[in-house]
């Protein structure tokens, strides 16, 4: 059962508007749905609605308990670090990291962190029994980099947990386009998509998760899908991308404001069964240091 999203917190969120952009009015690079805007909290809290009991069974099939040490990276939103916390209870130790952390609340059963699984070394490094990673590297310039650095934290006999959309398998907004509004919601994910892309994400990520758990040492590897497919937080996770990347869907001339505007009362309206793509969740186990041999 998922958790009740909370209302999104934007109190005291920068929510600038507009493209960012670097000397010579070229777009910014980098990650495409940053924390920096308003909208970013209203997406972890659709996020949280209808991946959040998802992912909980992983941890419950992966075996979280109570003493259990885990690593959430890039934890965005507070509702996995927070159901970790109520799972290792006060005997376990729950980290929760981010290159952007503010929306984060530290003191609620967790360490916060500010950490760039990229660039940064593992925190503590062979310590934790599960590390798990959501929605975060798809995006990564060095995705090979970042998993070695997850699966470098583990003990032996720990988990890594990697959950990944896959956007190519499944790239429509709306399965059933039956009508101009669909197709245009299904035009519109095509431009986000394209924006992505151009910021260097991998849409066909999610399929090589197994593969790549294997070729970070981890061993009893397996992996399942998640396809959510219509209902409100559907509805209002796409409103939220939208109004995030509109700007920049503007500026790089993949929409305009009349189209944007129809797509977003259609939305209101409840005219779309609106989809996402297919959620990737792939782990594998560190294997058991060998048992040291005995000298004569």
């Avoid at 609106?274 to 990737?280: E, S």
Wanted: charged content about 25%; glycine content about 10%.
């Amino acid at each position: 059962m998922t958790s009740s999203p909370r209302p999104p917190d934007v109190g005291g969120r920068p929510d600038p508007t507009g493209v960012t952009t670097v000397p010579g009015g070229e777009p910014a690079r980098g990650y495409l749905l940053d924390n920096a805007r308003a909208e970013a909290g209203e997406r972890f809290v659709w996020l949280a609605e209808l991946f959040d009991g998802v992912t909980r069974a992983h941890f419950d099939r992966l075996g979280v308990r109570a003493g259990s040490r885990c690593w959430e990276v890039g934890a965005g939103g507070r509702s996995i670090p927070e159901a970790l916390a109520a799972a290792v209870g006060p005997t376990g130790y729950v980290l929760a990291t981010d290159i952007d952390p503010s929306w984060l609340k530290a003191g609620d059963g967790y360490e916060v962190r500010r950490h760039d699984v990229v660039a940064d070394p593992p925190p503590e490094p062979g310590t934790f029994d599960l590390v798990h990673a959501r929605l975060v590297l798809v995006h990564l310039p060095d995705r090979a980099r970042a998993l070695a650095t997850m699966a470098a934290a583990l003990r032996p006999g720990g988990r890594l947990l990697v959950e990944d959309a896959d956007t190519a398998l499944q790239p429509l907004a709306c399965l059933d386009d039956s009508g101009p509004a669909q197709r245009r919601a299904n035009r519109l994910r095509d431009a986000v998509r394209e924006l992505l892309t151009r910021r260097g994400a991998d849409l066909r990520y999610g399929r090589t998760l197994p593969r790549a758990l294997r070729e970070v040492g981890l061993v009893d590897v397996a992996a399942a899908g998640s396809f959510p497919v219509g209902g409100p937080a559907c509805d209002r996770l796409e409103a939220a991308t939208i109004r995030h990347v509109r700007g920049e869907l503007l500026a790089a001339g993949l929409a305009d404001d009349a189209e944007i505007d129809a797509h977003l009362a259609a939305i209101h309206a409840g005219e779309l069964d609106l989809t996402l793509a297919p959620l990737i969740s792939a782990w594998g186990r560190r294997p058991e240091e060998p048992a040291p041999t005995r000298g004569d």
